[in-house]
């Protein structure tokens, strides 16, 4: 079993920044990337940006040149520093624990409970 949690959303005015993290302990058959979702009411979750243990990453067009992703293994925690924020990204942020594989991200079914990112304008 995986267990994820997150921390650090808030509410920034846009053009602002916050910096998620995601604590991450157990272990999971074939994990072996961390990826950050959000989710907006009435739509479904979307990858914004997903690592893995050897560094390797991969962005939502939306957010490329604005966010970064990153991971500090020895710790066990995955991080979201979102720049240039903008009301849009307004969202609850997910962390999940997944497979990398082909260049794409899979999803799993361990995740966080979430957090909560409010841009105003």
């Known amino acids: 079993q995986v267990q994820l949690v997150e921390s650090g959303g808030g509410l920034v005015q846009a053009g602002g920044s916050l910096r998620l993290s995601c604590a991450a302990s157990g272990t999971g058959s074939s994990i072996n990337a961390i990826g950050w979702y959000r989710q907006t009411p009435g739509n479904q979750r979307e990858l914004v940006a997903a690592?893995?243990?050897?560094?390797?990453?991969t962005y939502a067009e939306s957010v490329k040149g604005r966010f970064t992703i990153s991971r500090d293994n020895a710790k066990g925690s995955v991080y979201l520093q979102m720049n240039g924020l903008k009301p849009e990204d307004t969202a609850v942020y997910y962390c999940?624990?997944?497979?990398?594989?082909?260049?794409?991200?899979?999803?799993?079914?361990?995740w966080g409970k979430g957090t909560l990112v409010t841009v105003s304008s």
């Open positions: 690592i893995t243990f050897g560094g390797t990453t």
């Open positions: 999940n624990a997944g497979v990398y594989a082909a260049n794409n991200y899979y999803g799993m079914g361990y």
